[in-house]
C-alpha cells in the first residue's frame, strides 16, 4: 500500500505542472470577480452592499468560500511545484527584434505573466482570505526583475479604514495623473503587439513548414526513388482490390455508354472490332491513370512522415515561441466570456461528438484511406465510428466534471443552459 501511495504521489508531482496550478488559482479568483461584478456592482461582497435575504448570501458567500480554498489550495501547489522546478534550472527569457519597432520584448515569458496573475490573486486574498501567498507574490515580483513596481503598490493593498473601492478610485486617479503612465501604456501595449505578431508568426510557421516539407519531399526526394522502384521492379498497377474495383467499374461504365452513343446515333457505327479497338485505348489509359495513383499513395505515405517530423522537430526546437504561444491563446481563452466558451465547448462536441459526427469521421476516415493508398474498411470505419468518439465523449464529460467545474463553474452553468 505504501508502494501504491508512492507511485501515485510521484505521477500526481510529475504531471502537475506550476502552471497549470497558477492557472486553476486564477480562474478561481475570476469567478469571485465575476460575483462582485454581477451582483454587487463591483463592490466587495458583503451583506450590506447588497439587498439580497439571508439565504442567498449564505449561499454566495459559501462559493466565494469555496473558491478562496481552491485558491489556496492550487497556491500551495503552486510554489511547491515551482520551487522544485527552480532547483533545476532558471526561466529562459525570450527577446524579440524588430528593425522597425526598434524595442526589445525582454520578458514576455512566463514571468510577466506569473506576475499579472498573482496580483490579481493576492487582491481577492487580500479582500476575502488569508495572505498565505504573499510572501510568494513577493519572491516572484523580485524574480521578474524589471517587471517589479514597488513604488507603485497603490492605495489598495493597504488596509485601512476606507473601503478599498474608494481606495481603488484613487489609484487609478494617481496612475491617471503620473507623468509616466503614457508611457508605460505605450510600452505595455508596444510588448503586447510583439507578442502577438510572434504567436502569429509561429503558427503560420507550424501550418507552412509542414506543408512544404510534404510538397517538396514528395515531389523532390520521394518521387524520383519511388518512380525509379516502380518502373524497375515492375511494380502492380493496383494497390489493392477497392482500387481494381473501381477501374473496372469505370472501363464498364465506358463500353456501356459507347454502347448506348451508338444506338442513338450520337456516334458514328460502329464494328466490333472497332468497338473494342476503342475500349482497349480506353483500359490503357485508366491502367496509367491508376497506375499515377498508385505511385501517388506511395509517395504521400513517405512525404507524410517527413512532414510529421518537420513539425515535430518545429515543436521541439522553439519551446520558447511554443511558451509564447501557449500565453497568447490562454489570454484569449481566459478573455472569453462564459456564453462564449460555452458556444465553442458545444460547437466542437457536436462536431466530434454528437449525433451527425459519424457521418464525418467517415468521410475523414475514407479521404485519409485514399491519400495513403489503404483500402477503405468499412468493418474498421463502423468499429472506429462506433468506440473512439463514444471515449471522446465520456473523457471530455469527465473533464467537465473533474477540471472545468471547479475553475470556471459559471461557465459549466452556462454550458448546461445552452445545452439544454
Not at 503598490?153 to 496612475?175: C, E, F, M, Y
Not at 514528395?218 to 473501381?246: I, S
Request: charged share 25%; aromatic share 10%; hydrophobic share 40%.
Amino acid at each position: 500500500m505504501q508502494l501504491r501511495a508512492f507511485f501515485r504521489n510521484a505521477g500526481q508531482w510529475l504531471f502537475k505542472s506550476p502552471d497549470q496550478s497558477l492557472e486553476q488559482a486564477y480562474e478561481a479568483a475570476l469567478t469571485i470577480k465575476k460575483i462582485e461584478d454581477d451582483y454587487f456592482d463591483g463592490q466587495p461582497i458583503a451583506q450590506e452592499n447588497s439587498d439580497y435575504g439571508d439565504s442567498a448570501y449564505r449561499y454566495i458567500r459559501g462559493e466565494v468560500d469555496r473558491n478562496v480554498s481552491l485558491i489556496q489550495q492550487h497556491m500551495a501547489d503552486f510554489e511547491s511545484t515551482r520551487s522544485s522546478l527552480s532547483q533545476s534550472g532558471q526561466m529562459e527569457v525570450q527577446s524579440y527584434d524588430d528593425q522597425q519597432d526598434e524595442y526589445t520584448l525582454d520578458l514576455i515569458d512566463q514571468s510577466a505573466i506569473i506576475f499579472k496573475k498573482l496580483r490579481f490573486i493576492d487582491e481577492i486574498l487580500g479582500r476575502y482570505g488569508s495572505d498565505q501567498v504573499t510572501a510568494l507574490s513577493t519572491a516572484v515580483k523580485n524574480n521578474g526583475g524589471k517587471k517589479t513596481d514597488k513604488g507603485r503598490a497603490g492605495l489598495a493593498a493597504r488596509s485601512g479604514v476606507l473601503p478599498r473601492s474608494i481606495l481603488r478610485t484613487v489609484d487609478r486617479v494617481k496612475q491617471d495623473l503620473d507623468p509616466k503612465a503614457e508611457g508605460d501604456v505605450l510600452k505595455s501595449f508596444r510588448k503586447s503587439q510583439g507578442k502577438t505578431k510572434l504567436a502569429l508568426r509561429f503558427i503560420l510557421l507550424l501550418v507552412i513548414i509542414p506543408l512544404l516539407t510534404q510538397q517538396l519531399t514528395k515531389h523532390f526526394v520521394v518521387g524520383p526513388v519511388v518512380d525509379y522502384v516502380r518502373q524497375t521492379t515492375e511494380a502492380e498497377v493496383f494497390l489493392n482490390d477497392e482500387m481494381e474495383e473501381e477501374a473496372l467499374h469505370e472501363l464498364q461504365q465506358f463500353e456501356e455508354r459507347l454502347r448506348f452513343e451508338v444506338i442513338l446515333g450520337k456516334v458514328a457505327a460502329l464494328s466490333e472490332p472497332q468497338l473494342e479497338q476503342r475500349v482497349l485505348d480506353k483500359a490503357m489509359d485508366i491502367e496509367e491513370e491508376y497506375r499515377e495513383r498508385s505511385a501517388d499513395s506511395v509517395k504521400n505515405v513517405f512525404a507524410d512522415i517527413f512532414a510529421v517530423l518537420a513539425f515535430s522537430l518545429l515543436l521541439s526546437t522553439c519551446k520558447r515561441q511554443v511558451a509564447t504561444l501557449k500565453a497568447f491563446i490562454d489570454e484569449i481563452v481566459y478573455g472569453l466570456s462564459d456564453s462564449a466558451k460555452a458556444f465553442i465547448i458545444i460547437l466542437f462536441t457536436d462536431m466530434f461528438v454528437g449525433f451527425h459526427s459519424p457521418h464525418g469521421w467517415e468521410v475523414l476516415l475514407e479521404g485519409l484511406s485514399r491519400h495513403l493508398g489503404f483500402p477503405a474498411n468499412r468493418d474498421f470505419i463502423f468499429l472506429f465510428i462506433a468506440t473512439f468518439p463514444v471515449i471522446l465523449d465520456t473523457v471530455f464529460k469527465y473533464w467537465i466534471f473533474r477540471y472545468l467545474n471547479r475553475i470556471s463553474p459559471s461557465a459549466v452553468a452556462t454550458y448546461k443552459n445552452m445545452n439544454e
